[in-house]
């Protein structure tokens, strides 16, 4: 038994460190928002990320490759209305899933992903809380060998851990370069 735990071990490890999972790129971003237009949120955000492959790539269906990836983002989101400025900073760390086709030089991509996030002055935004929940859906293009630019729709809330939970919806513009 001792042998099959150890051999399970190995194998797991193996995965998280196979020479394919490191041979994809690593990645840092930089990410440009605006609030989706409410009477009651009127935001811009920006932030810089860094994001890195967890898992071996999968094909499914033969025509698709997901590549699990871990991201840590930090940045600022900032209150557009100059009479009631409080800039805040957020941190977060999450796994994504990134869906592109198999084929050779596919170019566009989907991403998905949620990460739990921290923020400071929560309370002026009608979040609630410090701890959030930042999730984000979308779709992007590889633009030179090693440049990318994604357009993506990202929300954030407490998923109702506060009774204040109004939530921030950005439209975001990123652009990612692999390292």
């Keep these: 038994?001792?042998?099959?735990?150890?051999?399970?071990?190995?194998?797991?490890?193996?995965?998280?460190?196979?020479?394919?999972?490191?041979?994809?790129?690593?990645?840092?971003?930089?990410?440009?928002?605006?609030?989706?237009?409410?009477?009651?949120?009127?935001?811009?955000?920006?932030?810089?990320?860094?994001?890195?492959?967890?898992?071996?790539?999968?094909?499914?269906?033969?025509?698709?490759?997901?590549?699990?990836?871990?991201?840590?983002?930090?940045?600022?989101?900032?209150?557009?209305?100059?009479?009631?400025?409080?800039?805040?900073?957020?941190?977060?760390?999450?796994?994504?899933?990134?869906?592109?086709s198999a084929a050779p030089n596919a170019r566009w991509f989907t991403q998905i992903g949620i990460h739990p996030t921290v923020m400071n002055h929560y309370a002026e935004k009608g979040m609630g809380g410090f701890y959030q929940f930042t999730s984000h859906l979308g779709i992007g293009r590889r633009i030179t060998s090693q440049g990318s630019a994604m357009f993506r729709l990202q929300h954030s809330s407490n998923a109702s851990l506060w009774s204040d939970n109004r939530g921030l919806d950005l439209i975001v513009l990123s652009l990612r370069y692999d390292i």
């Excluded at 042998?3 to 490890?13: G, P």
């Excluded at 990410?31 to 955000?45: E, K, L, V, W």
């Excluded at 009631?84 to 977060?92: E, F, G, T, V």
């Design 1 to 100: 038994m001792a042998r099959l735990r150890a051999l399970c071990s190995i194998l797991i490890i193996a995965t998280f460190l196979s020479t394919d999972a490191l041979a994809e790129s690593h990645r840092v971003g930089v990410h440009f928002g605006n609030s989706i237009p409410r009477a009651t949120n009127d935001y811009s955000a920006g932030f810089v990320d860094y994001s890195m492959p967890i898992f071996l790539p999968v094909r499914a269906m033969d025509s698709v490759v997901a590549t699990p990836r871990l991201t840590l983002s930090g940045g600022t989101i900032t209150n557009n209305d100059t009479s009631k400025a409080n800039d805040s900073l957020m941190a977060s760390v999450g796994p994504d899933l990134v869906l592109s």
